[in-house]
Structure formats: C-alpha cells, structure tokens
Nanobody
Framework: QVQLVESGGGLVQPGDSLRLSCAVSGFTGDYYVIGWFRQAPGKEREGVSC????????YYRDSVKGRFTISRDNAKNTVYLQLNSLKPEDTAVYYC?????????????????WGQGTQVTVSS
C-alpha cells in the first residue's frame, strides 16, 4: 500500500521559509513521480512542483520558480519542498501525491495516491 505523509507546515510571516516533508512508503515499481500540490479556500487544487524517481528531474509552476525547491533523499524515502520568500498568496493546504511512471505532470487527476495535507499559512 502506497502511503504519503506530509509534515512541516505552519504559520509564518511574509518572507519567511518553511520546509515541507513527504514521507513515501509502499512503492514497489521502478519509476514514480512525486508531486506537490496546494489548495486554498475557494480555489481549485493546483500543481506546484514534481520530481521524478528515475533521474531526479523536476518541474515548477512559474509562480514559484526561484522561491521553491523540490528535492529528494532516497535513503530516507522522503521528498522535500523548500518554501522561501513566502507570500500571503502561498497560503494553502499543501499535499504531496504520487503517480506511477516517469512523466512529470502537475495535473491532480494524473496522481493516484495522496497524503492528507499540511497547512501553510502566511500572514502578518
């Protein structure tokens, strides 16, 4: 059974940083992609970033490029999302998700497994 558990969210001031963690377990295939998504109240879920297990290639949506960094620690079976220079509009529940395969995508419907989310609130 594939399981994803997010952690690291919290309440921070604009300009602050957070590091979100996604602990991944239960994969038996050779290739998979881990994505980070977020959903703010009243808005649809949107893809933020993703990373491939095959070669570590990454993708970022334009609004977070230069501020967010996705990375992985294979020994710990953990994927991270470093959030820097946070803005109030980054406030959302952040989810990690997984799909089998190699193609990078940030469309929620392409992901089969989801964590329960961690709240990020950016407010002064």
């Amino acid at each position: 059974q594939v399981q994803l558990v997010e952690s690291g969210g919290g309440l921070v001031q604009p300009g602050d940083s957070l590091r979100l963690s996604c602990a991944v377990s239960g994969f038996t295939g050779d290739y998979y992609v881990i994505g980070w998504f977020r959903q703010a109240p009243g808005k649809e879920r949107e893809g933020v970033s993703c990373i491939s297990s095959s070669d570590g290639s990454t993708y970022y949506r334009d609004s977070v490029k230069g501020r967010f960094t996705i990375s992985r620690d294979n020994a710990k079976n953990t994927v991270y999302l470093q959030l820097n220079s946070l803005k109030p509009e980054d406030t959302a529940v952040y989810y990690c998700a997984a799909r089998m395969g190699r193609a990078r995508t940030t469309r929620p419907n392409d992901y089969s497994y989801w964590g329960q989310g961690t709240q990020v609130t950016v407010s002064s």
